[in-house]
């Protein structure tokens, strides 16, 4: 597994390339309107008219007031007729915007072998990650620079950060309320829009804003579908990203979903010491040795 670029409207793409399945997670910005249900709506509501965009903008705002959370995570990715789902399962602050994530692989083309899990550790402006492969010892972290990556790491890690994805939603635009739904147990507004990356950019907090930057600098195109799934107090319940991106072979989706749930969860999260970060080189890939 290693993180490769590749070319996008012009723009580097960095990818999770998962070379042990013979796959590689890819992603771009896609494309993709009306006011909410009305009076009926008790979801926490944003500007003076309530409409189903401003609700949806609120949510990074809502899960910040919230605190905490446990995460599960998915993102699957389909090219030339190949389906690979990469999952992830950890807790995240939203106030700090640290998290952690267990990331579990699929196994082989064969279907024969388990790849270790790797450990992320989530930080503003940063991914680390541990059990990296590509040469990279055991007991050593690598660690990237989120505004470096031409997808702010939306889709690099094989897991979109959990801020990224609901900082993403204040760009949200032509938004549709669908109807209400249940998850896990618990009542859910269902809405269905866009998200403009450039708009999310600058809307975003200031911990957020650097990645969400390069996202919107290296995708091309500024606008990504999106599901949100928010509850009576307006916490994002779940929320599904898809991107898609074209080569000189087949068009690759990729959707990115996370689940939220145990809001105020305790988060413990130690960013490793500069000792443990791996300086050595990462094989890219066909294209010879990257410096990470």
């Known amino acids: 597994m290693v993180v490769q670029q590749r070319r996008c409207g012009g723009g580097a793409l960095a990818v999770l390339a998962l070379t042990a399945a013979g796959v590689m997670t890819m992603g771009s910005g896609c494309s993709g309107g009306d006011p909410g249900d ?28 919230a605190g905490s959370a446990e995460t599960r995570t998915s993102m699957e990715t389909a090219a030339g007729g190949t389906r ?26 064969a ?35 989120t505004t470096g990556l031409e997808d702010g790491n939306l889709v ?5 950060d959990p801020a990224a994805a609901a900082e993403l939603l204040r760009g949200a635009d032509e938004v549709r309320y669908v109807g209400r739904t249940e998850l896990a147990g ?28 390069a996202a919107a600098k290296g995708f091309s195109t500024d606008a990504v579908p999106f599901d949100a799934y928010l509850d009576d107090d307006g916490l994002l319940r779940k929320v599904r990203h898809r991107f898609t991106f074209a080569t000189e072979g087949p068009a ?27 300086t050595g080189r990462v094989q890219q890939s066909g294209s010879g040795p990257e410096t990470p």
């Open 84 to 109: 690979v789902t990469i999952r992830g399962e950890g807790t995240y602050d939203f106030r700090r915007q640290l998290g952690r994530i267990k990331v579990v692989l699929p196994k082989d083309a």
């Open 186 to 213: 618990v009542a859910v507004r269902h809405y269905r829009g866009t998200a403009d990356l450039g708009q999310a950019a600058r809307e975003a907090s200031p911990s957020a804003r650097g990645a969400l930057a």
């Open 156 to 160: 690099t890690g094989g897991v979109t």
């Open 252 to 278: 690759a989706a990729v959707v990115s979903t996370m689940l939220l749930y145990g809001f105020g969860t305790r988060v413990s999260v130690e960013l490793p010491p500069e000792a443990d970060i791996y």
């Open 111 to 145: 279907g024969a072998e388990e790849h270790r899990p790797i450990t992320e550790l989530l930080a503003p402006g940063a991914l680390y990650m541990k059990n990296r492969g590509a040469g990279v010892p055991d007991d050593k972290w690598v660690r990237i620079d």
């Open 38 to 65: 009305g009076a009926g709506e008790r979801v926490a509501r944003a500007g003076p008219t309530g409409t189903s965009a401003a609700v949806v903008r609120r949510a990074a705002d809502a899960l910040a007031a």
